[in-house]
């Protein structure tokens, strides 16, 4: 019998985290478990630092951002919050929404929001959980928040944010989403529900829309994978017919071996180049499409 190799504890740790991110199991079974393996060291540093996410301060002078409320008819709460971030300057600008993951408006996906006004868009990352608090400092509590929404109104409340940020006055009347994780499988969604009203879209390794609802997309797509995340990956083959068949607008980029969440450069499943060519990608995909 071989031995089993760090390559592939490696994995079933990045595994486990999977597992552990999208609220199957906990930390404790998570840490449990990796230490079972003999990898507690690397399933504690695949926890995030936020610190390291942090590319784009608050007060760069090249953006101006500061927290929103918006009506939310549908959802959770009749106003939600969200930080919204602005390129110097007068406007208007193509506008940008940015979903976060399933654990509410951390810092990494507020410094996304300021990467995108930096790259010229207006930006609006809305925080889901908002209604019970706002992002609450932490993953785990996030997490455990977020689970308890109501799911159909917490899509409601992204696709409020979406209209508000379309009609903003700083606005071009062009829209973008693009989003991670969770906020990967609303933009597919988001897709659905806006029609016609979303130029385009960006979803970083998400849960493909309901293939019923692909012919309602009227949106360019870019869509993102990670090689080695067989959840979402899985998805694909019928989401890529229902598209072809709906005459859809779409570009598919699946990055060599990268983990679900390579773009999050808060733990070490980031991939850098992978990380970076996709947004790289992002950002010209939006350029053309929201001119």
């Not at 740790?13 to 230490?35: N, Q, W």
């Not at 992002?135 to 944010?161: H, I, S, T, V």
Request: aromatic share 10%; net charge neutral.
């Amino acid at each position: 019998m071989n031995a089993i190799t760090q390559q592939e504890i490696d994995q079933q740790v990045f595994d486990l985290y999977d597992e552990y991110c999208h609220g199957r199991i906990d930390r404790r079974e998570f840490l449990k478990r990796a230490s079972a393996l003999g990898a507690l060291t690397f399933a504690l540093s695949l926890l995030p630092d936020y610190a390291r996410a942090q590319t784009i301060a608050f007060t760069d002078s090249r953006i101006k951002g500061h927290y929103v409320t918006y009506p939310s008819p549908g959802g959770n709460a009749a106003t939600m919050r969200g930080y919204l971030v602005q390129p110097a300057g007068a406007g208007p600008f193509p506008a940008v929404l940015v979903v976060h993951e399933n654990r509410g408006l951390n810092p990494y996906i507020e410094d996304v929001a300021r990467r995108a006004a930096v790259a010229g868009f207006l930006a609006l990352a809305p925080d889901g959980l908002a209604p019970l608090g706002g992002y609450p400092g932490n993953d785990d509590d996030g997490r455990e928040l977020q689970a308890k929404l109501d799911q159909a109104k917490l899509r409601a409340d992204m696709l409020n944010g979406a209209k508000f940020l379309k009609s903003h006055k700083l606005a071009s009347g062009k829209l973008g989403v693009t989003g991670f994780c969770w906020g990967g499988g609303t933009t597919n969604w988001l897709a659905t529900a806006l029609g016609a009203d979303l130029q385009a879209g960006a979803p970083f390794y998400g849960a493909a829309a309901a293939s019923a609802d692909v012919p309602k997309i009227k949106a360019a797509l870019l869509i993102h994978y990670a090689e080695n995340d067989p959840r979402i990956d899985e998805m694909w083959p019928a989401y890529e017919q229902a598209l072809k068949s709906a005459g859809a607008r779409y570009e598919m980029h699946m990055y060599p071996g990268t983990q679900h969440g390579f773009h999050n450069d808060s733990t070490p499943r980031y991939n850098e180049v992978a990380a970076k060519l996709a947004w790289d990608r992002t950002v010209s995909h939006f350029k053309k499409y929201l001119a």
